[in-house]
């Protein structure tokens, strides 16, 4: 795998930053001045019914602080200015609220882009969708999950965190997002900053380009900062839409595994 900037493919959009990389936090000033507004947030579906977790009512928020070459998204995360509209966190937990009554689902989530890009917004949700008695599923990359907003989420008892591991190791990060290798460590510190929380979490991690050895690295690391965090990791494979093949070739990253969705 290279790991110095000069091999980032072309392919990685990097809008901004230092260096050769882009740079995740100079990112997320940038992308939260287009889809944040006065407490609301840009989205671009408002809300649908999905079959993951067994079923679950979504809110797809527009905007993302990482630019991963797997990324099925697509004009939401690359094209955010021509592409939703503002809602504030109400509508949204309203949406939700009444999506999952009609499909009869005790779960809610924010998905499509990063959902921590706009903290008040994301914590007025969650509180309004606990008051309705639904459950939130947090789904992030962690960059942003600091110990302030993992304490300001541990209030809510309505609430599990699943972070998004962008490879395995900071190596494959780079590879895979085109942000620098050391952004991969904030992600392994969001999970420690949500488990000395209490908060509810378990780690994710794209393993469609990782070897065996390099899985069983991650595992190791995870079982040092707490052994459920390693019994609990998910594998996540790429899903194969047209945009995302077409990308991974431009790349020269074939997926070890991956489906069609
Ligand atoms: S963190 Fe998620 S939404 Fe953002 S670019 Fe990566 S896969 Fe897409």
Same mark, same amino acid.
């Given at each position: ?13 990097a ?6 990389? *882009?740079?995740?936090?100079?990112? !997320? ?13 840009? *989205? ?8 993951? =977790? ?5 809110a ?12 099925? &998204? ?10 939703? #509209? @503002? =809602? ?5 937990a309203?949406? /939700? ?7 009869? *689902?005790?779960?809610?989530?924010? &998905?499509? #882009? ?8 994301? %914590? ?11 459950a @939130?599923?947090?789904?992030t #990359?962690?960059?942003?999950l600091?110990? &302030?907003?993992?304490?300001? /989420?541990?209030?809510?008892? #309505? ?13 494959? @990060?780079?590879? /895979?997002?085109?942000? +620098?290798?050391? =952004? ?17 979490c ?6 469609? @380009?990782?070897?065996?050895? $390099? ?19 998910? $594998?996540? !494979?790429?899903?194969? =839409?047209? +945009? ?11 997926? %070890?595994?991956?489906?069609y969705?």
């Amino acid at each position: 795998m290279p790991e110095t900037p000069k091999d980032r493919p072309e392919s990685h959009p990097a809008k901004t930053g230092s260096g050769e990389w *882009y740079d995740p936090a100079v990112l !997320t000033e940038d992308i939260g001045r287009i889809v944040l507004n006065n407490g609301q947030r840009k *989205y671009y579906r408002l809300a649908r019914a999905g079959r993951w =977790y067994g079923g679950i009512a979504t809110a797809d928020c527009c905007g993302c602080n990482l630019r991963c070459l797997f990324c099925w &998204s697509g004009k939401p995360r690359d094209n955010v200015e021509d592409v939703g #509209n @503002f =809602y504030g966190a109400f509508e949204v937990a309203q949406a /939700l609220i009444s999506t999952a009554e009609k499909h009869g *689902y005790g779960l809610v989530r924010i &998905s499509g #882009n990063e959902p921590t890009l706009g903290r008040n917004h994301l %914590l007025q949700v969650i509180h309004a969708v606990e008051a309705a008695g639904l459950a @939130f599923i947090l789904e992030t #990359n962690g960059l942003l999950l600091d110990l &302030s907003l993992a304490k300001a /989420l541990s209030v809510h008892s #309505n609430l599990h965190v699943r972070v998004s591991l962008k490879g395995t190791d900071p190596a494959e @990060f780079a590879r /895979l997002t085109g942000a +620098p290798p050391k =952004y991969f460590n904030k992600q392994l510190k969001a999970l420690e900053n949500l488990l000395v929380s209490g908060v509810s979490c378990h780690p994710a991690a794209m393993i469609s @380009f990782s070897p065996p050895e $390099k899985i069983q690295h991650l595992r190791e690391t995870l079982q040092m900062i707490h052994p459920d965090l390693e019994r609990d990791l998910e $594998k996540e !494979t790429v899903l194969l =839409y047209p +945009p995302v093949v077409e990308r991974l070739k431009e790349a020269g990253l074939s997926p %070890l595994e991956g489906y069609y969705p």
